[in-house]
């Protein structure tokens, strides 16, 4: 009963390099989510996909593209990393009742970019 | 910007204490929900509470919403060491299907 699985679980990259955070999901959920979390700054959405196909921007999504490659797998891309990236990353997913349902998460992926 | 803000930032207790933690918001909501998160970990879901609810208990946890006032309070009953976390609340407001969080309350709860 695996849930939400991310990977990496750590990464330090150098400015200017890019990578992908992968997030999968069992729960057979509709709807997925990708949030970083800074000391003292909670939760930030950055990008949402609330179906198969869709994908919609968050509260701080400069800097990151996302794709929702099928039902499972959501996926988030640092085209050009640079320090304020530096985060703890978050992917969740959740049933799509409509104004309902608590979030799944995943255990988080560390970034660090020097 | 965060819709739920927590309050205290911070609290210490004696096993055995209560431990109550509050939550204010800006806007009209479709439900509240709570979050533990231990050190390292992702976040898990506690307890949901539907805005028109004013009361909910799950074991130890009590929530209570007060929409007029627009706050949610935890009240954590008979305290443990294995409840030193933070908590966040998340509030639905139903558009675009999101959950906004605040910044959480860190407690630290001890032996």
């Known amino acids: 009963n695996a849930g939400v699985t991310q990977t990496p679980k750590f990464q330090v990259l150098k400015t200017g390099q890019s990578m992908t955070l992968q997030c999968a999901q069992d729960?057979?959920?509709?709807?997925m989510y990708w949030y970083r979390q800074d000391p003292g700054m909670g939760l930030r959405l950055i990008y949402y996909s609330a179906s198969e196909g869709t994908t919609d921007k968050g509260e701080v999504p400069n800097g990151y593209n996302v794709s929702r490659l099928n039902k499972r797998e959501f996926s988030l891309r640092l085209e050009s990393a640079a320090p304020s990236q530096t985060s703890v990353y978050f992917c969740?997913?959740?049933?799509?009742?409509?104004?309902?349902?608590?979030?799944?998460f995943g255990e988080g992926s560390r970034l660090t970019v020097l | 910007s965060q819709q739920g803000e927590e309050d205290p930032q911070a609290l210490s207790i004696q096993e055995g204490e209560n431990a109550t933690m509050n939550c204010s918001y800006k806007t009209s909501i479709n439900n509240l929900q709570w979050y533990r998160q231990n050190s390292g970990r992702g976040l898990v879901h506690l307890i949901l509470?539907?805005?028109?609810?004013r009361e909910k208990h799950s074991g130890r946890l009590r929530v209570t919403l007060d929409t007029s006032k627009k706050s949610s309070s935890l009240l954590i009953t008979a305290s443990r060491a294995a409840d030193t976390a933070s908590y966040f609340c998340?509030?639905?407001?139903?558009?675009?299907?999101?959950?906004?969080f605040g910044s959480g309350t860190q407690l630290t709860v001890l032996p």
């Open positions: 969740a997913s959740r049933e799509d009742r409509a104004s309902a349902g608590e979030l799944f």
């Open positions: 729960m057979n959920h509709n709807s």
């Open positions: 998340a509030t639905d407001s139903g558009s675009a299907r999101q959950l906004t």
């Open positions: 509470i539907r805005s028109n609810e």
